[in-house]
């Protein structure tokens, strides 16, 4: 029985948030300690599990467990926010958007660029299952573990710091202000999700923008011999930048915020080949 590094590191999370639970508002104390549970009671299954089925299953649950950790942060809403945070970040959105000219430049098009933007925006919730599908499809399948493992961490660490930055989306804050110009119908879709399966906690760091960069550095690291699909991830999580901005998902403050989330696992992986070059690291 062996535990994967990305099991090991839901644990961590799951953990974690149930030792700082105490010190918020959450209104069931011990939710986040059954959970934490639960998730540990679940990998260990898995883990004596001889068949191989739920090998290929351990591959996938972490994904699932991910949406887990999504909500489990709504817990942490506060009762009442004061908007101080959302009053600074917004002088610099507009800033972008008006005086910078972002939002007539995405506009230009009529309908082309705004589609294109929210389409990425909606594609977000696949990106974890996409990375996983892109390693089998290329039979390197012993490379998922570790593929997951920084997807996660990319991730988690932005759901790791919503409680510290209460905060509300543009769209929520400032009503119908700022909006885009141009409505499509993947915008009412993207606008529906975030309506009734969104989280009331925060939304720094973006954890959209963190996990798609995060995205991109797994598929350089862990798919040398195929750099056009990390670029093109690359220039994925660049589009969902400027999406969750122009859509007002997020403010500017939060991309940057999940850019730099993100380069915490490429710094990892940046070390860890480093020692793998030193002879000091076996790790795959």
């Not at 090998?55 to 972490?62: E, L």
């Not at 230009?108 to 929210?118: I, R």
């Not at 119908?176 to 606008?191: F, H």
């Amino acid at each position: 029985m062996k535990l994967r590094s990305a099991e090991w590191l839901l644990m961590a999370y799951f953990s974690y948030v149930a030792l700082i639970s105490p010190a918020f508002p959450v209104p069931t104390r011990l939710a986040p300690f059954v959970v934490a549970i639960l998730v540990a009671a679940l990998f260990l299954i898995l883990a004596r599990a001889q068949h191989p089925a739920f090998s290929i299953a351990r591959d996938w649950v972490p994904l699932g467990l991910l949406l887990v950790a999504y909500r489990e942060m709504d817990w942490f809403s506060p009762i009442a926010h004061n908007f101080r945070l959302e009053l600074r970040w917004v002088e610099w959105d507009r800033a972008i958007l008006y005086q910078g000219g972002l939002q007539r430049a995405i506009e230009t098009l009529g309908a082309v660029v705004p589609f294109y933007l929210e389409l990425c925006y909606t594609l977000v919730y696949a990106v974890g299952f996409f990375l996983i599908a892109i390693f089998y499809i290329q039979h390197r399948r012993e490379r998922v573990n570790g593929v997951v493992f920084v997807y996660l961490l990319g991730t988690l660490l932005a759901y790791a710091l919503f409680p510290y930055f209460p905060s509300d989306p543009p769209r929520v804050a400032f009503g119908g202000t700022d909006a885009p110009n141009v409505t499509t119908a993947l915008r009412e879709l993207n606008l529906w999700i975030v309506r009734d399966y969104g989280i009331h906690s925060s939304v720094f760091p973006s954890a959209h923008v963190s996990s798609a960069f995060t995205a991109a550095w797994a598929l350089f690291a862990y798919l040398p011999e195929r750099k056009r699909v990390g670029w093109a991830m690359l220039v994925y999580a660049i589009s969902v930048a400027l999406a969750t901005i122009y859509g007002r998902y997020h403010y500017a403050a939060d991309v940057v915020a999940g850019i730099v989330v993100s380069l915490v696992p490429a710094a990892m992986i940046l070390l860890a080949r480093r020692l793998r070059l030193r002879g000091l690291l076996a790790l795959p």
